[in-house]
């Protein structure tokens, strides 16, 4: 149905125009089947990175990654490790959130609201815009392993909120996720087509 759908705008905007203010339109005139909904089955599982092009318009977006240094030497000649699972946005048009960040700089436990099912994701939320990088889950050792990822240190639900800058206005998204301080596995992930509408986290 998509694609009856964009060969149709194709052949209109030879007569009129085909850019819609009310929809989110693609970078890209050869994109027709921008991604509304997608779930990722099996689950997709990062043990390295990996970068997602969100619109399908050939730019990636996000970065998905872990991080894995040696901190220090046990007393039996092993070794301790740093490890870290980050997402990053590798486009100026791309921003992501956790949520409502209730107290700036902090990184102890309750200083975010992170997002949860039914929450709404707009411009209102605390966001991360181009070259960010921030961790998920973090492992830290510094005499004793600490754990300062943003999902370590509040009460974390699973979701992140995606904003991706287009034409006429702002595109939201939601991406379902799981994470450990060695791997993101991602869910599934959806977006509302209308510019500069919200869209509810699950629905």
């Known amino acids: 149905m998509k694609a ?44 390295d990175s990996i970068a997602l092009d969100l619109d399908s318009n050939g730019v990636d977006d996000l970065l998905f990654f872990t991080t894995s240094e040696i901190a220090g030497s046990t007393s039996s000649g092993g070794a301790y490790y740093n490890e870290s699972a980050k997402v990053k946005s590798i486009n100026p048009k791309v921003s992501f959130s956790f949520g409502n960040q209730l107290l700036e700089n902090i990184t102890y436990d309750n200083s975010y609201d992170c997002l949860e099912e039914g929450d ?19 492992k830290y050792f510094s005499g004793v ?41 991602l869910k599934e992930m959806k977006r509302n087509p209308n510019v500069n509408q919200p869209i509810l986290v699950g629905g």
């Open 4 to 47: 009856l759908i964009g060969l149709s705008c194709i052949i209109v905007f030879v007569v009129t125009s085909c850019i819609k203010p009310s929809t989110c339109p693609s970078e890209s005139a050869s994109n027709t089947s921008e991604i509304e909904h997608y779930d990722w089955t099996p689950d997709l599982i990062i043990t």
């Open 120 to 138: 709404i994701i707009n411009n209102d939320l605390t966001w991360y815009d181009f070259s960010s990088s921030v961790s998920i889950k973090k």
């Open 145 to 185: 392993f600490l754990h300062l990822g943003i999902w370590d240190v509040n009460p974390s639900y699973g979701y992140i909120g995606v904003k991706v800058e287009g034409l006429v206005g702002n595109c939201f998204y939601w991406i379902k996720l799981s994470a450990s301080t060695s791997s993101i596995t």
